[in-house]
C-alpha cells in the first residue's frame, strides 16, 4: 500500500525471490517442483559463470519485455568461494548468496496479485513480500558493494511511499521482528552514511537516477535524497520500549 500520490515507481521487470527452504534439505521434491514449474512457464535459465553450479537467473519475455526471475538465499559458512549455491534435487536451479537474505522469511507481509489466467477468468494470488526492513538491510548491503544508481533510488522511493510517512514507517520498522539483529545496524550504518549528506554519494546516485547534473533539480533531489532517509535513521534511532514482564 502507498502513500497517496506516491509517484509511480520506476522499476524493471525483474523479480527477486528468497529461498528459505534449507539447500541441502533430505526432501528435494519442492524445488523439483519449481523447475517444472518455471519449465512450464517458458522460463530458460542462464548459463551459469565460473565455478558456480546452477542458475540463479531464469529469463524469458512477456509481452516483448525480457522479464528476469532472479533466486537469492542467505550465505553459508562452507563453499565461500562460490557466489551461486547448487540446490540439492534442483536440477539447473542456483540460489546468489545475498547477505540479509536470511530476514526476509521473518519480517514479510502479505501482498494480493490479481491478474488473468489462461482460461480468462480473474485470479488473485497471496504473495509474501519482504517487509521493509529487510528489504531496506538486502537494498544497503546492495548500494554498498555494487554502486549502482537504482539502488539508491529505490532506497529513497521506498521510504517517502509509505502511507503514513517517513518517520510513522521507522516507528513501524522498529517494532518489527528482525529490527534488533546485528546485520540491521550494520546495514544501516552503510546507509547513514551513503546518504549523510546531500553531497554523499548516495544522495548523487538518487539524483542521477532522475535528473541530469548540473541542474537545478538534480541539486534538490540530493537534498530530498538525504533529508529523507535522516528522518528515517532519526526516529529508527529513538530507544525502544522496553517488553513488559510477564
Known sequence: MLAEGAEPHLGTTDLDVVLTLTLGAPDPAPYRS???????????????TGDDVGSFRWMKTVDGLPVKLEFLAPPE??????KVRPIRGGGAIGALRVRGAELVARD?????????????????????VA???????????????RRKRKDAYDVVWTLTSAP?????????????P????????EAFAHVRHHFSTHESDGSHQYADFLAPRMTREHAILQRFASR?????LSEWDKPRAPVPAL
Open 178 to 185: 528482525v529490527s534488533g539483529e546485528r546485520i540491521v545496524a
Open 77 to 82: 559458512v562452507s563453499a565461500e568461494h562460490m
Open 131 to 145: 517487509g521493509l526492513v529487510s528489504f531496506l538491510v538486502l537494498k544497503s548491503f546492495a548500494l554498498n558493494e
Open 34 to 48: 519449481l523447475e517444472e514449474c518455471l519449465a512450464d512457464l517458458n522460463f530458460a535459465p542462464a548459463p551459469p
Open 228 to 232: 529523507t532517509v535522516r528522518e528515517f
Open 164 to 176: 503514513a510517512g517517513v518517520a510513522a514507517a521507522a516507528e513501524r520498522a522498529r517494532m518489527g
Open 108 to 128: 514479510w507481509f502479505v501482498h494480493e496479485l490479481e491478474g488473468p489466467v489462461i482460461d480468462g477468468a480473474t485470479h488473485r494470488v497471496p504473495l509474501r
